[in-house]
């Protein structure tokens, strides 16, 4: 089972520029929940606060809470590795590691967590290539260089990768921006599936696929979260007049 997340007062910078202006918001677990907005209204810079990846930009900072199962991810002593570990994250430009192989890039992180067993790593990757729908198509050539897979393979690659160490939560930054309908539409078919186990936010400029694959919607403006709510409910009866002419093509 997926846990959720709860955000409380979270504010971010880069430098002196405030980016996120104070958001509250649930991450509900087994579910998917959408950030939708314009470009550059924050919903990239909000996941990577969500795992600690905001910060390892120089000059970054986040104030506010991240509560995952009660505990705030933010809080001293917390090491941030742990929380990229227990919180995933698949990115907009697919990025397998290009010197590795199918095996080696899901192996990775197992690896990187102490790992070393032959059958165990064996085992962990079959498990994760499945779990992201890639087993069938690369089970006869897991020695291949991971960059020679099509596109939309690449990204369930990366997606096998982040799942293979077990995460409660996966966050998705624009996954299908770069890819076509069809490797769009099993990523989409994924999402539905890995729900059942795992608690998922999206970013996407797609409001078609934030209403396809979520239960929840956060529409964000400017650093703020405009409105938040029932995926249906917001796409056919937004409470706030900025929803509303976003969702209807009047600006972004």
């Known amino acids: 089972m997926g846990d959720g997340l709860y955000v409380n007062g979270l504010r971010a910078w880069f430098g002196d520029t405030l980016v996120l202006k104070g958001v509250d918001l649930t991450v509900a677990p087994n579910a998917v929940t959408a950030i939708i907005g314009p470009s550059g209204c924050g919903k990239s810079t909000f996941i990577r606060c969500l795992n600690r990846m905001h910060e390892t930009v120089p000059g970054a900072k986040v104030a506010g809470q991240v509560l995952l199962n009660r505990e ?10 742990d929380v ?6 698949v990115f907009q430009k697919a990025n ?5 192989s199918v095996f080696d890039n899901v192996a990775a992180g197992l690896r990187l967590g102490g790992l070393r067993r032959k059958s165990q790593l064996q085992e962990s990757v079959e498990r994760a290539l499945r779990h992201a729908a890639l087993w069938d198509e690369v089970k006869d050539d897991l020695d291949r260089s ?6 939309g393979q690449q990204q369930r690659l990366c997606i096998a990768r982040a799942l293979a160490v077990d995460p409660q939560i996966l966050l998705m930054d624009e996954p ?8 769009t539409g099993k990523i989409e078919e994924l999402i539905h599936d890995l729900k059942k ?3 998922i936010a999206i970013v996407t400029h797609n409001m078609q696929q934030a209403a396809r694959v979520s239960e929840w919607t956060g529409f964000f403006l400017l650093g703020e979260l ?5 995926t249906k409910e917001m796409f056919t009866t937004p409470g706030a007049t900025r929803t509303e002419d976003y969702i209807t093509g009047r600006f972004g």
């Open 197 to 199: 186990e795992l608690t």
């Open 176 to 183: 299908c921006s770069a890819l076509d309908p069809t490797a």
């Open 96 to 100: 397998p590691f290009p010197t590795m």
């Open 72 to 81: 705030d991810l933010y809080a001293p002593g917390v090491d941030p590795v």
């Open 146 to 151: 991971g960059v020679s897979l099509s596109g």
């Open 84 to 89: 990229r570990r227990r919180i995933g994250m």
């Open 226 to 230: 405009v409105e938040f709510g029932i």
